[in-house]
């Protein structure tokens, strides 16, 4: 009885620290393999001869995994718990991201691409659903913030210093840089272990499928497809809008701002999140500036435009971790893993197939516009939804 209530009791603030950086390194492990293919994008092209359609894909198919993987996330989670899932799912990650530094042809990139983005898209519901296991209720928001921070942090890292930074130590060599990122994500793997609460698998078996009778599986999941289509799409044709408006050669500076806003955006929530999480208002407010500034960027000119794109993603980032950290406020422990994988669902299918609806438009009108235009008209049916969430927690 007394191991039992051990188990079950939040850790003293004395250990919260430790906790604290497992999360955070967790968290940087959700973006950081994806986002290291685009700056090694053109060296693996040269080397395996990929088409552009393959050298997208190389970022493209891991974020259509983030989808496909989030049910067989959420039957672990039911199964194993968070911990051995998220344990599990770095390990398929690692496989999957160290096996892209050892290929010897275009199939078999694209094959561990894809187990790496499914290892991913394990990790993201077990994250949240390992929070109420972890910490009192009073820090799960902080946590929520703590683990996005770090995904967040792994965007402009894996972004930002592969090329300047880690390829020159390693001779250039791609195959190299592919597994420096990736093998240390095993020892994180390993310290999951170290916290000595919540090792056990689930004791009764617990439903794992979406409840789509629950609303905020939808309307959470059509709002992150909101979020995640707004960050990626603008992303993705930023060149092509900025050729079109003939300023191109401002692209490496908008990306940079583009990308580091998203830093400033957890860093925000750092402080922020006891305040902003579980409020309404806050996702509104966000939503809605989003969709302002992606507004700005294609229909203002010259810096304007860089700025508005900016501001955009820095509301756009924090509202994902609005997101994100609803399931673990809203619900039971057992069903977090459930309602997050429910939205990652949602949402990870929509901020990849809005885009591309919008790419394929604007590949028949020859606009770039046209292509954020669409995420705009999607964000704009979906926001309504905002001022409906019910963030009361369910008993």
Do not use: C
């Not at 913030?145 to 592969?162: C, D, K, Q, S, V």
């Not at 901020?351 to 009108?365: H, K, N, Q």
């Amino acid at each position: 009885m007394a191991e039992h209530q051990a188990a079950n009791t939040p850790p003293p603030p004395a250990r919260l620290l430790p906790v604290a950086v497992l999360l955070w390194l967790a968290g940087i492990y959700l973006r950081i393999p994806v986002l290291v293919a685009p700056p090694l994008a053109p060296f693996i092209s040269d080397e395996l001869a990929l088409t552009q359609a393959l050298t997208g894909a190389l970022t493209t198919l891991p974020i259509l995994m983030l989808a496909v993987g989030s049910m067989p996330g959420s039957l672990a989670i039911a199964r194993l718990g968070p911990r051995n899932t998220l344990a599990l799912a770095m390990v398929i990650m690692v496989i999957g991201s160290a096996g892209r530094g050892l290929v010897p042809d275009t199939f078999t990139l694209m094959l561990t691409s894809a187990v790496m983005g499914f290892g991913i898209a394990m990790m993201q519901p077990a994250l949240p659903a390992l929070l109420p296991r972890w910490l009192e209720p009073h820090h799960l928001a902080l946590g929520s913030a703590i683990y996005m921070n770090g995904m967040l942090m792994g965007e402009f890292i894996g972004a930002g210093i592969t090329l300047p930074v880690l390829m020159p130590l390693l001779d250039n060599s791609w195959r190299a840089t592919l597994l420096v990122w990736s093998l240390p994500a095993l020892l994180v793997a390993a310290a999951l272990f170290l916290p000595k609460r919540d090792r056990a698998r689930p004791v009764r078996k617990v439903a794992w499928l979406p409840d789509w009778s629950n609303p905020l599986t939808l309307k959470i999941g059509l709002l992150l497809g909101l979020s995640g289509s707004m960050f990626f799409g603008l992303n993705a044709y930023m060149g092509n809008l900025l050729e079109q408006q003939g300023q191109f050669n401002k692209l490496a500076d908008a990306l940079f701002w583009f990308n580091i806003a998203q830093v400033f955006a957890s860093l925000t929530m750092l402080k922020m999140a006891r305040v902003w999480v579980g409020r309404r208002s806050a996702i509104v407010i966000t939503a809605s500036l989003s969709i302002i500034g992606t507004l700005g960027a294609i229909s203002l000119t010259g810096w304007w435009s860089i700025a508005s794109a900016t501001v955009m993603s820095l509301s756009a980032g924090i509202l994902l971790i609005l997101l994100v950290a609803i399931p673990p406020l809203v619900t039971s422990s057992e069903e977090t893993g459930r309602l997050s994988a429910g939205t990652f669902l949602v949402g990870y299918t929509l901020a990849f197939s809005v885009p591309m609806l919008g790419g394929l438009l604007a590949d028949w009108t020859g606009d770039a516009r046209h292509a954020i235009l669409t995420i705009i008209a999607y964000s704009l049916l979906v926001l309504p939804l905002a001022f409906t969430l019910d963030l009361r927690r369910k008993t």
